[in-house]
T-cell receptor, first 114, second 115 residues
Framework: GDSVTQMEGPVTLSEEAFLTINCTYT??????LFWYVQYPGEGLQLLLK?????DKGSNKGFEATYRKETTSFHLEKGSVQVSDSAVYFC?????????????FGTGTRLQVTL | NAGVMQNPRHLVRRRGQEARLRCSPM?????VYWYRQLPEEGLKFMVY????????ESGMPKERFSAEFPKEGPSILRIQQVVRGDSAAYFC?????????????FGDGTRLSIL
């Protein structure tokens, strides 16, 4: 079946450090890929997405490139802030004409300190 | 607030009681999804509904769980005869149409605790 694998957390960084959170996927079809962020006590917010190979999603300084050859969608940010502390989820959905359920990774907690 | 609205935010039930979770999708959205998040885990898909129709319930437990999205009113996730293992955060998401190009927008969830 379809699955998403993320690096284990927590990831602890100092402010202004470079961030990479690895995400790889397995899919029976041709997926669209997403990163969601969850702040404490809240729901998930869409951070960025990519719908086809070599697409780069970007938002708020975060970027991720859809790599079909390595089945990866790693999240990066050049300089993190304390306010980026949250749990980040990688997810996929298949490009079919019917159900569009999201398959999530287990999440990676990011802690940014001063 | 034009976002996805879930209520209640917190719900406490004793074993054997019923839990009803409500979700009002974003304005203009006709597709609703329910997910469950166990502590320290990712979200797991439960069910996908359109108005008056269940499209995909492949993630729903076969017993005690049901969902509906009536023509009028919010979507309801119903858990009968709750057990301790039902304790989790339940999230609703909505989208304007089906298809992977339509991102899902999430509510803040209902945190269900079973005593």
């Amino acid at each position: 079946g379809d699955s998403v694998t993320q690096m284990e957390g927590p990831v602890t960084l100092s402010e202004e450090a470079f961030l990479t959170i690895n995400c790889t996927y397995t899919a029976t079809g041709y997926p669209s890929l997403f990163w969601y962020v969850q702040y404490p006590g809240e729901g998930l917010q869409l951070l960025l997405k990519a719908t086809k190979a070599d697409d780069k999603g970007s938002n708020k300084g975060f970027e991720a490139t859809y790599r079909k050859e390595t089945t990866s969608f790693h999240l990066e940010k050049g300089s993190v802030q304390v306010s980026d502390s949250a749990v980040y989820f990688c997810a996929l959905t298949l490009n079919t004409g019917t159900a569009s359920k999201l398959t999530f990774g287990t999440g990676t907690r990011l802690q940014v300190t001063l | 607030n034009a976002g996805v609205m879930q209520n209640p935010r917190h719900l406490v039930r004793r074993r054997g009681q019923e839990a009803r979770l409500r979700c009002s999708p974003m304005k203009g959205h006709s597709h609703v999804y329910w997910y469950r998040q166990l502590p320290e885990e990712g979200l797991k898909f439960m069910v996908y509904l359109q108005k008056e129709n269940i499209i995909d319930e492949s993630g729903m437990p076969k017993e005690r769980f049901s969902a509906e999205f009536p023509k009028e009113g919010p979507s309801i996730l119903r858990i009968q005869q709750v057990v301790r293992g039902d304790s989790a955060a339940y999230f609703c998401a909505s989208s304007p149409a089906q298809g992977s190009y339509q991102p899902q927008h999430f509510g803040d969830g209902t945190r269900l605790s079973i005593l």
